[in-house]
């Protein structure tokens, strides 16, 4: 991140190992479900990835403790009970989500329930991660993302310009297929004598991808080519922020860039997404979220129609900031949570993680035992498939036969039919056949010698 920043970032774990801190401050992200293989994956080429994929879980942690230096179960979350040097250093969680620690397994839900508890405040922003800290009785605070405050500390003296910037991550792209996208974006007729600028959010692994913007960049162009369509040439924080503040609309899947948006009172939209949409819904409900591709062109009309609320804005900044202040206060207060609270949060998650273990040994004994059925189960139909086969296969004979006995017959019955033809069409037949008629007619015995003539005829031909 040093050279995105342009100023020295350390790595937390080298850090909380080598130096004493007065406080741990976290912001930001869905920090609670973060592994620590998702942040080494973020950090490697896909070489090492593919190396590292190949190694035992064993190996996988061992390499994980060196590159951080330090045992951090989760990365954004740093522990200071797992530090010597740092046992009495206040943490602090500020606009951060923890629902999904609702979707980890036993151990590993455990073990990030156990690092929240270390913590002195926490705010969150979202109400799903106010729920579950509320049933497993953490402290915290409901507050709006820091972010809210940026146009405060960094101000935008720049007019407005009639530009739409795009962010579609490459899940959304790949999920709804690029075509449909396209298809949605040429549809929004507004956009047609606008500037549009494909917004880089973030380029880690399933964010943004280059390659996939340059293929809808040539999409939309073969369909609208005079359309004014481009990839956004921002790439530092600064310019980003100023690229979002100073654009006439905001369509994109990042949480951040909405609050962006609204924080410096740009019109937006948001594309589906449950984090942004649980967001948006709580904080900033006025303006467009959880738009699919066929709703897109709906949305950017509503979007350009309605005007931001200024004093909204000002009064989610004002929220924002209140919680920052609580917690700074944090580190001035004096120390009602010495190490024994932290050795007694150990103590506990190591019974969370007992607890888990047996769990997870009664599931793995079950899985046991419904496999053994099943492959029992799989061995019976086996068995069964194999004298269906073999009844099915006698059937089959028998109808090959039959079969062949019914081409048989209409081969003998084809050939009697011509033999009869040939008696019927010859020439003694058809005088016998005359002669016959005309017995009858005069009611006279139809003649043997006749009879035998034709007879002979017939055996003659």
């Not at 009172?265 to 738009?291: C, H, M, N, Q």
Request: aromatic fraction near 4%; charged fraction near 30%.
């Amino acid at each position: 991140m040093s050279a995105l920043l342009g100023r020295r970032i350390t790595a937390t774990g080298p850090t909380l190992t080598e130096k004493p801190a007065t406080g741990i401050w976290t912001v930001g992200g869905e920090v609670g479900s973060t592994q620590r293989e998702y942040v080494y994956r973020t950090a490697v080429d896909d070489a090492e990835w593919t190396r590292f994929s190949s190694l035992d879980a064993a190996e996988q942690d061992a390499l994980l403790d060196e590159v951080m230096s330090a045992r951090m179960e989760s990365p954004y979350v740093p522990r200071p009970s797992a530090f010597p040097r740092n046992r009495g250093a206040r943490l602090v969680l500020n606009s951060v989500g923890v629902s999904g620690i609702g979707g980890l397994t036993p151990w590993r839900a455990a073990v990030a329930t156990s690092a929240l508890r270390e913590a002195r405040y926490i705010s969150v922003r979202d109400p799903k991660s106010a729920e579950l800290l509320e049933r497993l009785g953490i402290p915290h605070r409901l507050a709006p993302d820091l972010v809210h405050t940026i146009a405060s500390v960094l101000p935008i003296d720049a007019p407005r310009d009639s530009s739409v910037l795009l962010q579609l991550s490459e899940g959304h792209i790949r999920t709804h297929g690029i075509e449909a996208w396209t298809d949605a974006i040429v549809a929004c007729s507004e956009l047609g004598d606008r500037p549009i600028r494909l917004f880089v959010a973030g380029s880690a692994p399933a964010h943004d991808s280059i390659e996939l913007y340059r293929e809808l960049i040539d999409r939309v162009s073969a369909q609208r080519p005079d359309w004014d369509i481009a990839l956004s040439d921002a790439r530092s924080i600064d310019d980003r922020v100023r690229e979002i503040a100073t654009a006439s609309l905001w369509i994109g899947s990042s949480l951040h860039g909405r609050i962006l948006a609204c924080a410096y009172g740009t019109k937006r939209l948001s594309i589906a997404k449950p984090k942004v949409d649980v967001y948006a819904e709580t904080w900033d409900a006025d303006f467009p979220f959880g738009i699919e591709p066929s709703g897109l062109p709906a949305a950017v009309t509503a979007a350009l129609e309605h005007e931001p609320d200024a004093a909204h804005a000002a009064a989610l900044a004002d929220s924002a900031r209140r919680s920052v202040v609580d917690a700074l206060a944090v580190f001035t207060e004096a120390d009602d949570a010495p190490e024994s609270d932290a050795l007694a949060i150990r103590i506990d998650e190591v019974a969370q993680l007992q607890i888990a273990a047996m769990r997870l040994e009664r599931e793995h004994a079950e899985a046991v035992r419904f496999g053994k059925e099943r492959a029992a189960e799989a061995l019976r139909l086996a068995g069964d498939r194999d004298e269906q086969r073999r009844a099915r296969q006698a059937v089959e004979k028998e109808l090959a036969e039959s079969h062949a006995r019914l081409k048989k017959a209409e081969t003998e019955l084809e050939s009697l039919r011509s033999r009869l033809h040939e008696i019927e069409t010859s020439t003694s037949w058809k005088i016998g056949s005359r002669l016959t008629s005309v017995a009858r007619a005069l009611r006279l015995p139809r003649p043997s010698s006749l009879r035998r003539r034709g007879r002979d005829d017939s055996a003659a031909r």
